[in-house]
């Protein structure tokens, strides 16, 4: 009986040490997100369409679950806006006019998160991979069109006090929207739940 009880106690010990080495068990970030991107005007067959790059604002939220020490999977939800003035030229008259467009563009990813903490910092890297849903809207014309994505980067947390941490983030996203493919860094800024 002794021998049962030696054993059980072990077995607890042993993983109250191992659940106090994990830094968290996970966490949830929301934030502010800013990303270069494209607003296009896909038009009818007799006006020329057109793309161009835009400053797209927006927020992104993501939920990391640790299932080792340092090692995670992060579900990433971002939603950037932006609009920007657009040459539409017709291939008959009339001559080119300029038209406003309203881009929005949505991406949702997962895949792992590597992260150590050193104090009151956290460093982390990852690689995501999911699908992106562009849609633009301006003079009368109307588009959308959805892809795969990929986002490579990381960051770094900074505990502000326990459970919560400031968090400073940069990703290059890769796109292939409209038929053609997107490269643009995307930073984002926010807080970091702990849990």
């Not at 999977?73 to 609009?83: K, T």
């Not at 959308?144 to 990703?171: E, V």
Request: aromatic content about 10%; overall charge neutral; hydrophobic content about 40%.
């Amino acid at each position: 009986m002794r021998r049962i009880a030696g054993i059980l106690l072990g077995i607890f010990l042993v993983a109250g040490m191992a659940h106090a080495q994990i830094p968290t068990s996970g966490n949830i970030f929301i934030g502010y997100s800013y990303s270069g991107g494209d607003v296009f005007v896909h038009a009818p067959p007799e006006v020329q369409s057109a793309s161009h790059s835009a400053t797209l604002n927006g927020w992104q939220a993501s939920l990391e679950s640790k299932f080792l020490p340092w090692i995670g999977v992060v579900a990433d939800l971002a939603v950037n806006y932006g609009s920007h003035d657009l040459p539409v030229c017709g291939f008959v008259l009339p001559p080119c006019s300029i038209v406003n467009v309203d881009g929005k563009r949505y991406t949702l990813m997962l895949g792992p998160q590597v992260s150590v903490p050193i104090g009151k910092f956290t460093p982390f890297a990852h690689a995501l991979f999911g699908g992106a849903h562009m849609s633009n809207n301006g003079g009368g014309l109307s588009s959308s069109d959805t892809s795969f994505a990929t986002a490579i980067g990381g960051g770094i947390d900074y505990k502000i006090i326990k459970g919560l941490a400031l968090r400073f983030q940069g990703d290059e996203l890769r796109t292939s929207l409209y038929g053609g493919t997107q490269n643009h860094l995307r930073f984002s800024t926010g807080i970091d739940i702990r849990f």
